[in-house]
């Protein structure tokens, strides 16, 4: 069977036009970056295009991008960072409280070493309100790290207003970008953050390859101690054909960002209208037009998304129901209740996210079994029947 994947924003495969220019970076050109031959001049200059791609991308200045290994890392060095390079002028940190677990996580871990940090609330449609961040910087406030598109419900927030607050009391800006970067424009000048965190698996690059952008002038503490690479800022020899992947792949996605976006809105779009149309008691998450056009995150009420998810699965349809890193657990999403769904309808959650490689099939695939799936489940749903008597 065909697998239909609606998990893109979990991770993306590989573009083969990347692959293609990473094999020469595991075979013949191999060599340590930091060594003095010919060989090790190659792959060094190799990891310097690949920043002046990634830089472009964002439209930052090369000087300002470190590679790291992964988004996880970038936001944790952002974060961490800041928080020991600043802890004498102040320990307060504002997040949201949808934020991705390696930005959450780290701020907890942050609060049991002596910091204190403040998790914005959302409106139902999971905004940050600027007013709000305005009234939370205090004094001693260093950082404010709020997400630019929220990766479970797709909602994509007001980071240049955020970031105006911020600097107005003279705050730095963080935003996590894993999920806006490769499918809306990113310009980090225009949206004055001070940093800005990117992962290249979640737009057709590799695994475990991410990149850090600090504004020229930002001093923050490194995370990986040791070499002096990428400007004594991460230490660790360099994975070579990983950053060489994440600079095709942000050409790429340069290239073709729009034309994906004409391709794949209409396809979630038809999704959502047939989805809504054909199950009673559907619920959409998120902003209706302030979101990623290609995520679809519904509530179908009085079910658990774990068992649309398997029925799905065996029908050769790979979905999320909540966050990736929250399945298997049985906590519902913590951005579904922070946007004020009850604990009952946010077990029910779906995740369709599109991709490059999605077909009109594989929505009708979608349309056609999703309705028997959620009828069957209902039918022994003990809440169902008291609700409509049987
Ligand atoms: C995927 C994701 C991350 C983590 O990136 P990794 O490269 O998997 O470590 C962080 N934030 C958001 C919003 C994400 O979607």
Redesign the pocket.
């Known amino acids: 069977m065909k697998e239909s994947y609606f998990d893109y ?3 993306t495969p590989v573009n083969p036009r990347v692959v293609e220019v990473m094999i020469p970076y595991l075979k013949e050109h191999f060599h340590n970056p930091s060594s003095a031959y010919k060989g090790a001049k190659y792959t060094k200059k190799a990891i310097e295009e690949a920043r002046e791609k990634i830089a472009k991308f964002i439209s930052a200045n090369p000087k300002e991008i470190i590679f790291t ?7 944790n060095h952002a974060i961490k960072g800041t928080a020991f390079a600043l802890q004498n002028k102040g320990r307060h940190i504002i997040t949201s409280a949808i ?5 959450l996580h780290t701020c907890q871990f942050l609060e049991k070493i002596g910091f204190e940090v403040t998790y914005l609330p959302v409106d139902k449609y999971g905004l940050v309100n600027p007013e709000t961040l305005k009234e939370t910087i205090r004094e001693d406030t260093i950082l404010v790290t709020i ?5 479970e419900i797709g909602t994509i927030e007001p980071i240049k207003e955020l970031v105006r607050v911020a600097h107005e009391k003279g705050v730095l800006f963080h935003t ?4 806006a970067v490769g499918k809306i424009p990113v310009n980090v000048k225009e949206l004055g953050v001070d940093m800005l ?1 990117l ?4 737009f057709y690059g590799p ?4 990149a850090l952008y600090i504004r020229r002038g930002i001093k923050i503490h490194p995370l990986i101690h040791g070499g002096g690479q990428e400007r004594r800022k991460r230490a660790g020899t360099e994975n070579v054909a990983g950053i060489v992947g994440a600079g095709k792949a942000a050409e790429i996605a340069m290239e073709e960002m729009e034309e994906e976006e004409r391709k794949i809105r209409p396809l979630r779009d038809r999704l959502e209208r047939e989805l809504i149309k054909r199950i009673p008691e559907v619920i959409v998450n998120g902003h209706p037009e302030k979101r990623l056009y290609n995520t679809l995150n519904i509530c179908v009420k009085y079910i658990e998304g774990e068992g649309m998810l398997a029925l799905l699965d065996f029908n050769g349809i790979s979905v999320s129901s909540g966050s ?1 890193c929250t399945s298997g657990s049985l906590e519902p999403s913590h951005v579904l209740l922070a946007i004020g769904l009850p604990h009952e309808i946010a077990h029910g959650s779906l995740r369709f996210s599109f991709g490059k490689y999605n077909t009109e099939e594989d929505v009708d695939k979608v349309i056609e079994v999703l309705p028997g799936i959620v009828e069957k489940l209902r039918a022994m749903s003990p809440f169902w029947r008291e609700k409509h008597g049987h």
């Open positions: 924003n979990a991770t290994g992964g988004g996880s890392e970038a936001d934020e991705h677990h390696a930005v997400m630019m598109a929220n990766n996590d970008a894993v999920q965190s992962s290249a698996h979640k695994k475990g390859v991410g990736a």
